[in-house]
């Protein structure tokens, strides 16, 4: 599962080659989808690459090997979303380990760990992680996992995380990092001292809002053989199509995030001069409490704007005003997308330390013109 293009060329160039040679034996320059769910064995016993599709399948090395590769690492697995790429992830933990969380991450991890995991003994703490001394106090002689999100959904707070990386490893704790929102264009935590990269592929790296998918990317060979053998095991792989989808999204990454950047660094500007916007919460801001990290961690700022306004009905009113954002959940996509996080994408951490304020509306800035979204914008806040 290596990157066999080599680190020499560059982040485009590798996103259209690494793991999608020609196939043999008709040369087709993109990988195929093997619709298969099984396949012709050479003899009993004999060796093969593949014998069953939950083990393996084409598609699905192929767009483990570019993500790797784009990641700066050396082993990818996939997953059928992203909650089965972090559900299998914590399966390598036992009963009675630790995970100390950030306070502003994904409402389905939060879950997960609250109302799934922790009924088969395994501990969690939450903690502003933008602040590294509170990460430190919170670490457990338990810990095992330190999680980061960053920036994080959806208060887009920005976490150091190569300061937060050293305390972990200073605790014997592997240091995860959720890059969802930055993607390996715009940051790369491996490079930055952290041990897995956790993905929901469903967003930016698919980026046209037609499939569900997660991975996991990570430089240990031990882990890696570990995730593989529980990625067979549990048996939460994604079809051949999804891989196929993901793979081609990988090929426009970099121009789509350079354009999510662009327009969501304009929309921000605009919403900090509107009377209706109480707050804007955008790492590209120079008055957002992260910028400076963010400016040294990341390569750009990334898509994702979140804004406050005075009360829960003017939430509700301003997204449901909107016509080129549609007012829906899930993010990444070429086209824009506006909701209140507090009923919708975070029920799910109401009345828990990640509740995030009725006021808060988030915008997934697509690649539209950003004149023709902030006129939307302007149009919806009156």
């Excluded at 793991?19 to 769910?37: C, K, L, M």
């Excluded at 067979?232 to 354009?259: S, W």
């Excluded at 009923?343 to 990640?354: G, I, K, N, R, W």
Aim: proline content about 6%.
């Amino acid at each position: 599962m290596g990157d066999p293009t080599g680190d020499a060329l560059r982040f485009e160039t590798r996103a259209i080659h690494a793991g999608q040679e020609p196939d043999e034996p008709f040369g087709a320059v993109n990988v195929p989808i093997y619709q298969t769910s099984t396949y012709a064995q050479p003899a009993v016993g004999a060796p093969k690459r593949y014998d069953y599709a939950r083990g393996g399948n084409p598609t699905r090395e192929a767009f483990q090997t570019a993500l790797a590769s784009l990641e700066g690492g050396a082993h990818g697995v996939a997953f059928s979303s992203g909650m089965g790429a972090e559900t299998t992830l914590l399966l390598t933990l036992r009963p009675g380990d630790h995970v100390l969380l950030s306070n502003d991450v994904y409402g389905g991890t939060y879950r997960l760990l609250a109302r799934v995991l922790q009924d088969w003994g395994l501990a969690h703490d939450v903690v502003d992680m933008s602040d590294p001394e509170a990460v430190r106090a919170a670490v457990r002689p338990q810990t095992r996992i330190v999680w980061v999100e960053t920036p994080t959904n959806p208060l887009l707070k920005v976490v150091d995380i190569a300061a937060t990386a050293e305390i972990a490893h200073g605790a014997g704790a592997r240091c995860v990092v959720d890059n969802t929102f930055a993607t390996p264009y715009l940051q790369r935590p491996l490079e930055l001292g952290a041990d897995v990269v956790v993905h929901s592929v469903t967003k930016y790296l698919g980026g046209h809002s037609d499939l569900v998918m997660g991975a996991l990317v990570t430089d240990d060979a031990e882990l890696a053989e570990r995730l593989a053998f529980l990625q067979n095991a549990v048996g939460a792989v994604p079809g051949p199509m999804d891989a196929y989808l993901a793979l081609r999204g990988l090929k426009t990454l970099a121009v789509r995030m350079r354009a999510h950047c662009a327009g969501a660094q304009a929309i921000a500007t605009f919403l900090t001069s509107h009377a209706k916007v109480a707050k804007v919460h955008y790492p590209g801001l120079p008055d957002h409490p992260g910028h400076r990290i963010a400016a040294r961690q990341m390569g750009g700022f990334g898509g994702m704007v979140s804004f406050e306004v005075s009360s829960a009905d003017e939430a509700r009113r301003v997204a449901g005003s909107t016509e080129l954002f549609f007012l829906a959940e899930s993010l990444g996509g070429v086209e824009s997308l506006i909701e209140v996080p507090a009923p919708m994408t975070h029920a799910s951490v109401a009345d828990s330390p990640l509740a995030v304020p009725e006021t808060l509306i988030r915008l997934s800035v697509g690649i539209e013109h950003p004149d023709d979204l902030i006129a939307d914008l302007e149009r919806a806040l009156g």
